[in-house]
């Protein structure tokens, strides 16, 4: 008994880590209730706005030893992404920026510099930016 016992412990496989999604979706990094004034320069940022994700990989966990590979491509920065302002059945585009590279140690981060329009209307509204939720602002 005590001998199957051994064997069958000997024979278990170890315990693999179970990798756990952490890649963020691209978002806007303002919060809702943003208070932009017609005709005004306004600058918005936006993170993770980069296609792929490293989130899965690969471990050999072994008696002794522990390693670990990426299965997945680098992230690239998304190019060309639009911002948009929604207010009401009316749309603006508000500008088109590259995200920034993984050199620059900030990859995924956006930043769109921009006058608000000043043919928009006081009240409610929504900025929007290509793969990204909407983010409700006021305008003044």
Request: glycine share 6%; charged share 25%; net charge negative.
């Amino acid at each position: 008994m005590l001998v199957s016992s051994l064997l069958a412990l000997a024979a278990a496989p170890f315990p693999q880590t179970t990798a756990s999604a952490s890649c963020a979706a691209p978002f806007l990094d303002v919060s809702d209730g943003l208070v932009l004034r017609r005709g005004a320069a306004a600058s918005i940022e936006g993170r993770a706005f980069a296609d792929g994700c490293r989130d899965s990989m690969s471990c050999s966990t072994t008696l002794g030893c522990d390693d670990c590979e990426y299965d997945d491509p680098p992230p690239t920065p998304m190019e060309d992404v639009r911002l948009s302002l929604v207010q009401g059945n009316r749309t603006w585009r508000l500008g088109v920026a590259d995200a920034e590279t993984a050199e620059s140690n900030h990859l995924g981060w956006v930043t769109w510099s921009f006058d608000l329009p000043s043919d928009a209307k006081t009240g409610p509204a929504r900025l929007l930016a290509d793969h990204a939720d909407r983010v409700r602002i006021r305008i003044r």
